[in-house]
């Protein structure tokens, strides 16, 4: 079944995270089909821009837990985005969780609706943002990051423009969403090709720097994690929608 949809408008290349029935999990499926689509908008010169967005009530709800992406395509994903040559928007309007955050924030620009919400559900499975990390920590603001990656909380479209995960929170009227990301990519499309790739590559200096230095050491703290006993037991009490035994 195909999970992305791909279209284009004046330039612009619009990826639509299309797995509504599974809350867009990141399935080793989807994060190969993005991949191919990136790698298709890197060498398109009619492309001048990348929109992220998504079917269904839910942008992601991170890695999918039946058929997980290995944790080297999807730090290879994040990485594309961060590196590939056009600017990356997202368009977020619903819930964004886990893995999905790690996606908000390799785009250069994100969006999204005042209804949206976000957490760090890790925690609570027996594991932790460790390659989504990548993206998110040279970009988020630390003591917001300290309390969201411990707690899991869910927190707000506006706070999440506060703390630096996403660019700006759009109001609560009818089409706000879709009017700020109009206002974007029309100011995207005044730019010249070289103007906007060196420009990017300015931006996101501090983030290929995480990386090179982080990335193998994350990726193999994600696998140890994921294979623990605790985690197994945390993601057994998810499926079962129960507590894990370690909540008091």
Same mark, same amino acid.
């Given at each position: 079944m195909k999970q992305l949809q791909?279209?284009?408008d004046?330039?612009?290349s619009t990826l639509t995270l299309d797995a509504p029935d599974n809350r867009n999990a990141l399935s080793g499926q989807l994060v190969t089909a993005l991949a191919e689509a990136l790698g298709a908008c890197?060498?398109?010169?009619?492309?001048?821009?990348?929109?992220?967005?998504?079917?269904?009530?839910?942008?992601?709800?991170?890695?999918?837990?039946?058929?997980p992406p290995s944790p080297y395509a999807f730090v290879a994903?994040?990485?594309?985005?961060?590196?590939?040559p056009k600017p990356v928007v997202a368009r977020v309007d619903g819930h964004v969780r886990a893995g999905g955050l790690g996606l908000v924030g390799a785009c250069?620009?994100?969006?999204?609706?005042?209804g =949206?919400? #976000? /957490?760090?559900? @890790?925690? $609570?499975? %027996?594991?932790?943002?460790?390659?989504?990390?990548?993206?998110?920590?040279?970009?988020?603001?630390?003591r917001a990051a300290a309390r969201y990656y411990l707690t899991g909380e869910r927190f707000g479209a506006a706070r999440a423009a506060e703390m630096g995960l996403v660019t700006e929170a759009a109001d609560d009227t009818e089409g706000a969403l879709d009017a700020a990301l109009d206002t974007v990519l029309?100011?995207?499309?005044?730019?010249?090709?070289?103007?906007?790739?060196?420009?990017?590559?300015?931006?996101?200096?501090?983030v290929?720097?995480?990386?090179?230095?982080?990335?193998?050491?994350?990726?193999?703290?994600?696998? =140890?994690? #994921? /294979?623990?006993? @605790?985690? $197994?037991? %945390?993601m057994t009490a998810f499926f079962e929608r129960r507590d894990p035994a370690w909540v008091l």
């Open positions: 791909v279209t284009q004046r330039g612009v890197a060498t398109d010169r009619g492309v001048r821009a990348v929109v992220l967005t998504h079917t269904g009530s839910t942008f992601s709800a991170g890695a999918d837990l039946k058929e994903l994040l990485r594309q985005l961060v590196e590939l250069d620009i994100a969006l999204a609706s005042a =949206s919400d #976000f /957490a760090f559900t @890790e925690v $609570r499975l %027996g594991v932790a943002p460790a390659v989504i990390s990548l993206p998110l920590l040279p970009r988020v603001e630390p029309d100011a995207l499309r005044k730019g010249s090709p070289q103007g906007l790739a060196e420009s990017k590559r300015l931006t996101t200096a501090r290929l720097e995480a990386f090179d230095r982080d990335a193998e050491e994350l990726v193999r703290r994600s696998a =140890s994690l #994921f /294979a623990s006993k @605790e985690a $197994r037991d %945390g």
